[in-house]
């Protein structure tokens, strides 16, 4: 092998992915370990963390033996899921399951941390203020968050919350397991919003956050500077991997970063969208803001100062996925968007609203729920497929005008990746109902092992920000036509007033006095 080349770990929701990425970006193998999800009728989810682990040494194993007389590893870049929390006790060892960031079991106790006499949207406004001011971001009232994890272990897993030495995410998890080493980023931590995020502030917990969440101090992970190297490899894990212990392991970030920095949208205003198992809105802002009302924020970027847009909604690619598992349940997903295409543009009047999970952007509400609507008896399975593939897009768009409106311009360059990227008709969609071009990233399910990957090449020196972008591979570009945007400008702006006006039905359905 002629060129560097590194290790990247991304932990999904849906399960872990490991390749070998070389420092041009090409990812050289890659494998695939699931991992099973557990709901609960109280609003849990919850995954083992032993499953990760054994599951993320396998894939390593099986990607080392791949690679043709490889070369030493260049380091390790770690990303995945985030908003999660991980109880470890002083060994390491996980105590519970890890609370996944759907998980809104803490509302009740976020309610009291955010709230107050008098509240705006779940928040006092003296808290509020200081939340924006030194974050620029604020715990969900929800409860989805790490906030609300830590307030229901605190409350209904005691003693695995005593036991804890360290509420963690996800990444810095996996980095504990291959280092030895307990530590956080600002980066990593921004869920929990506990650190002063102002140009210029110091690495650290800032006291006034932590006491406004009802965070105990000594729970926390020890703080280091984003993109610093969290160490080397344990010597028994890397015995078990097949590596060198001098392997250098770049601390982790969340999905939302490499996933920017895998599709080369690394300078200020390049917009990403990511349509995965979640799905967001995305760019890189010379700017710290907030918006808590559409729950939008720009949280600690690529590098120390620059910062990144943060939004989510809880459904993306799944909303396909529960299609095909739930509903129709006799073809995989090439199956799904062929038949999808057969069906005219606007689904034939369906409207697909695809808030399985609630959602979080723009639009907190843990209530709502998905729905199809103007379903009559001339609608067709290709109808019901292309709703859901529209719905998501439709979702898309609403969030990409609030994002907008919070950088205060239109984004550069929208670049579709994800799972749902793979589908060209979904790039056509989003391309139609938003009304811009879209560039679909190469290799679009591996954007965020190759962006794992340039985050380690960056912060070890091998690469800059500006190789990194020319560096990302683009597929193909959709234009949007001018014969849909009738359809779907009318559908869309149901869609729109659909999220309103069902807001206060699904919370008699779903809010706690329905449970």
């Known amino acids: 092998m002629n060129q560097r080349w590194y290790l990247a770990i991304d932990l999904g929701t849906g399960g872990t992915k490991v390749g070998a990425v070389a420092e041009d970006g090409r990812v050289l193998h890659a494998e695939f370990s699931s991992v099973d999800t557990d709901l609960t009728d109280d609003g849990g989810c919850e995954q083992d963390t032993e499953q990760w682990w054994i599951g993320t040494v396998a894939s390593i194993r099986h990607v080392l033996a791949a690679l043709d007389e490889p070369s030493e590893c260049a380091g390790i870049g770690i990303t995945g899921q985030w ?13 519970a399951p890890c609370v996944l960031w759907s998980d809104h079991r803490g509302a009740p106790w976020s309610k009291k941390v955010t709230g107050g006499t008098v509240k705006v949207s779940g928040y006092a406004p003296a808290k509020i203020v200081q939340w924006l001011r030194l974050a620029g971001g604020a715990p969900n009232p929800n409860g989805a968050d790490p906030t609300g994890h830590a307030q229901f272990l605190k409350h209904e897993r005691p003693d695995a919350y005593r036991r804890a030495a360290a509420l963690i995410e996800p990444v810095d998890f996996v980095g504990l397991r291959l280092t030895g080493r307990t530590a956080a980023t600002p980066a990593s931590m921004i869920g929990s919003w506990l650190t ?11 006291a006034t956050l932590v006491k406004l969440a009802r ?48 599709a080369g949208a690394v300078a200020d205003f390049a917009g990403h969208i990511s349509i995965s198992t979640t799905a967001w809105v995305s760019a890189p802002v010379p700017f710290k803001k907030a918006d808590v009302i559409h729950q939008l924020a720009s949280i600690p970027g690529l590098r120390e100062g620059s910062y990144l847009i943060a939004n989510n909604h809880e459904t993306g690619g799944s909303a396909l ?5 739930a509903v129709l349940t006799d073809g995989g997903y090439d199956t799904l968007t062929a038949q999808a295409a057969a069906a005219a543009p606007g689904s034939g009047g369906v409207i697909f609203c695809p808030w ?16 199809f609507l103007n379903v009559s008896v001339a609608t067709t399975r290709a109808d019901l497929i292309r709703a859901v593939l529209e719905g998501v897009a439709y979702n ?11 950088a205060g311009r239109p984004l550069d360059g929208l670049r579709l990746l994800g799972g749902g990227a793979t589908s060209d008709l979904w790039c056509q969609i989003h391309a139609d109902i938003i009304g811009r071009r879209i560039q679909q990233v190469a290799d679009p399910v591996n954007v965020n092992l190759r962006g794992a990957a340039w985050f380690a090449a960056l912060h070890l020196g091998h690469l800059t920000l500006d190789e990194i972008a020319a560096r990302a591979p683009t597929a193909r570009t959709f234009e949007p036509s001018a014969q849909t945007a009738p359809t779907y400008a009318r559908s869309y702006s149901e869609f729109v007033r659909l999220a309103k006006a069902q807001r206060q039905m699904y919370r008699r359905l779903n809010g706690p006095r329905a449970r």
Do not use: Q
């Not at 908003?83 to 105590?95: F, K, M, Y």
């Not at 996925?321 to 598992?325: A, C, F, I, T």
């Not at 399985?356 to 729905?371: F, Q």
């Open 83 to 95: 908003g999660s929390t991980v109880a470890v006790g002083g060994d390491g060892i996980a105590l």
């Open 196 to 206: 002063d995020n102002r140009p210029g502030a110091a690495v650290g917990y800032d």
């Open 215 to 262: 965070r105990d101090r000594a729970k926390l992970p020890d703080l280091i500077a984003t993109g610093s190297v969290l160490g080397t490899l344990l010597p028994d894990v890397a015995a078990e991997l097949g590596l060198p212990i001098s392997t250098p392991v770049v601390c982790g970030v969340p999905d939302l970063h490499t996933a920017a920095m895998g």
């Open 321 to 325: 996925r529960w299609l095909r598992d």
């Open 356 to 371: 399985l999970n609630g959602e979080r952007s723009p639009v907190s509400d843990e209530n709502l729920r998905a729905s």
């Open 396 to 406: 898309a768009r609403w969030l990409l005008e609030v994002t907008e409106k919070f």
